[in-house]
């Protein structure tokens, strides 16, 4: 073959490519696809994502399968997912604490950016600033009071540093000059446990993970972390109506790809993901959860503003980055 010919035959390959491609991924999903929570069983990532599996896999047209991988405050199932082949068969269940960890770890084995193509926020709401029952507190003043008279005696719990109920207490704390004594645990599922059974009396927990236990008393709800009334527990105040003012946290979840998943994969899931979310939005109002299901853009452009947001919240708290 002359150059020349050669030359036209690379150009008439390099053209057909996309219809190649295109064609390749016309059967997509053919297999199973795994979600990966990056956290333990019982937390709100966990939750929210076996509720919304059943809608995505009969839209999706195929099983989905819940993997968690929890531990190190989300950053190994965070890094398992980013480091997957980009085939839209591992994605990730993402949530704040991915646009959080920036701002906290000097050295990350994934970008929060770089190394994701996102699909769709999934859902957002606030969370519920809780207590155990055994504590002589009902309302966030009362708190506030016996904190300050019980300085660094009190201890809070959360699903790991830089998680987004610890960045909500850290915030608090910040707010209100209080100084109590942080548990750590790989979870929010785990850390609710040790709540409820009074070993740890303080915690910021997600509405998904901790409604349930307030509504049954096994936790008293002193008021959630939104700028305004959740639907679910009407008579609890904001944080912020409650005397702290400003203090506004919202979690949210989303559903995302390693970077360099082909478009139409994409916009497969996507699609899926959005009509799952409609399916589902009755349900999860109930427990005063918004579903999103934005776009792939707007959802990266929701990242790199949390990202920026989340930087200011850790200067303010004075966490500085290990």
Request: hydrophobic content about 45%.
């Amino acid at each position: 073959m002359d150059l020349r010919r050669y030359s036209l035959f690379l150009c008439a390959v390099l053209v057909a490519l996309p219809a190649v491609q295109a064609w390749a991924q016309a059967g997509y999903p053919s297999r199973p696809v795994r979600v990966v929570v990056p956290s333990a069983p019982g937390g709100g990532t966990d939750i929210l994502t076996r509720r919304i599996t059943p809608a995505f896999s009969r839209h999706l047209g195929q099983q989905v399968i819940v993997d968690n991988r929890g531990g190190a405050a989300t950053i190994i199932g965070n890094d398992l997912a980013a480091h997957a082949a980009p085939d839209g068969y591992t994605l990730l269940m993402g949530l704040t604490t991915l646009t959080i960890l920036p701002s906290i770890r000097k050295e990350l084995p994934y970008d929060a950016l770089k190394d994701f193509a996102p699909v769709s926020m999934t859902v957002a709401a606030p969370n519920i600033l809780v207590v155990h029952p055994s504590l002589p507190v009902k309302s966030v003043k009362e708190l506030i009071a016996f904190g300050r008279k019980h300085a660094g005696e009190l201890n809070y719990a959360s699903a790991g540093i830089g998680s987004n109920p610890h960045l909500s207490m850290a915030l608090f704390l910040n707010m209100t000059g209080l100084k109590m004594v942080h548990i750590t645990y790989k979870g929010l599922g785990p850390a609710l446990v040790d709540v409820i059974s009074g070993q740890v009396v303080v915690m910021v927990g997600t509405m998904l993970s901790s409604l349930n236990h307030v509504r049954s008393g096994r936790l008293r709800g002193l008021a959630t972390t939104g700028l305004s009334r959740s639907s679910a527990l009407p008579d609890l105040p904001t944080v912020d109506q409650a005397g702290v003012k400003g203090y506004e946290v919202t979690q949210w979840y989303g559903l995302l790809a390693p970077a360099g998943t082909p478009a139409p994969v994409i916009g497969a899931l996507n699609t899926a993901m959005v009509a799952a979310l409609r399916d589902e939005k009755q349900k999860f109002a109930v427990d005063g959860v918004e579903t999103v299901g934005n776009t792939p853009e707007e959802f990266r452009s929701a990242l790199e503003t949390e990202i920026a947001k989340w930087a200011k919240v850790a200067r303010a708290a004075g966490i500085k980055p290990q």
